[in-house]
């Protein structure tokens, strides 16, 4: 097995009286998709949160170990050293996509900033791969000079993903990414999502309170409850046979649906 890339250890979190993470660790490796499931108010995005710098724990550590194999605790990272992460290594797709894409800005140019913050200065070049990612997802590359708002919910989704995925980050974080979606559009999501994240070879984190999405997306699984990991994995042998009463219940409800 590979170093980890995201290493989580001891991570404790409280709001007032109610326990956020109560001793949560987990390990990604480069490549792996790892699905963190729970119902709402499980930890799982406080979980993410922290993952990524947003929060910080009240104890424990996140570190991440860069290209060149340097280790980085995530919470020790001044501001600037995480924004700069995150636009270059890392990448953050976000439940709305509003929340990730400039809407004043056209879908080339979402696409385009990407490029430059990684160090591409050509304008035709930036254009081209702009042109080439819109495609990727779907969205027809006459549509490149379109500003996002007049796409639908769906296209935004896709444009979102492609403003990520095209300076191909090392880690890739995603919170619900189907979430709002009707369910057709869903499924030819996470089939994109399935068939990029392959090509690239990228690690994931995927925050999810839907089981289907992580059985089709991840190599792993964590169930959280109550800020706790209850259960944790290989994908098909915690959904196949859950060993915990939380994990059977998600399970057994998807199964009745």
Do not use: C
């Not at 995530?74 to 636009?87: D, T, Y």
């Not at 270059?88 to 490029?115: C, I, K, P, Y």
């Not at 089939?191 to 392959?198: G, K, S």
């Not at 839907?210 to 409850?225: E, K």
């Amino acid at each position: 097995m590979s170093v980890p890339l995201l290493q989580a250890e001891g991570l404790n979190l409280r709001f007032g009286t109610t326990t956020a993470l109560d001793d949560v660790g987990l390990n990604l490796h480069p490549g792996e998709v790892v699905a963190i499931v729970g119902e709402s108010g499980s930890g799982k995005s406080t979980l993410l949160r922290v993952l990524s710098g947003q929060l910080a724990p009240a104890d424990g550590s996140v570190l991440y170990r860069d290209a060149d194999g340097r280790s980085h605790p995530v919470h020790a990272m001044s501001e600037a050293a995480l924004r700069r992460l995150m636009r270059t290594e890392w990448g953050f797709v976000h439940q709305s996509a509003r929340d990730g894409l400039r809407m004043g800005v056209s879908a080339g140019g979402n696409v385009g900033e990407r490029l430059m913050a990684v160090g591409a200065r050509n304008y035709g070049g930036i254009r081209a791969q702009a042109a080439e990612w819109l495609r990727r997802v779907e969205i027809d590359d006459a549509r490149i000079d379109d500003l996002p708002r007049v796409f639908s919910g769906g296209m935004q989704q896709r444009l979102q993903i492609a403003r990520v995925l095209v300076s191909r980050p090392r880690l890739v974080l995603m919170d619900e990414p189907t979430g709002g979606l009707d369910v057709s559009v869903q499924a030819k999501l996470l089939d994109l999502i399935r068939n990029l994240v392959a090509d690239l070879g990228i690690a994931v984190l995927l925050v999810t309170h839907d089981i289907a999405a992580a059985r089709l997306l991840a190599h792993r699984i964590l169930v959280m409850r109550h800020g706790r990991v209850v259960e944790q994995g290989l994908t098909d042998r915690v959904l196949d046979d859950p060993q915990h009463p939380y994990t059977q219940l998600l399970v057994s409800s998807v199964l009745a649906a």
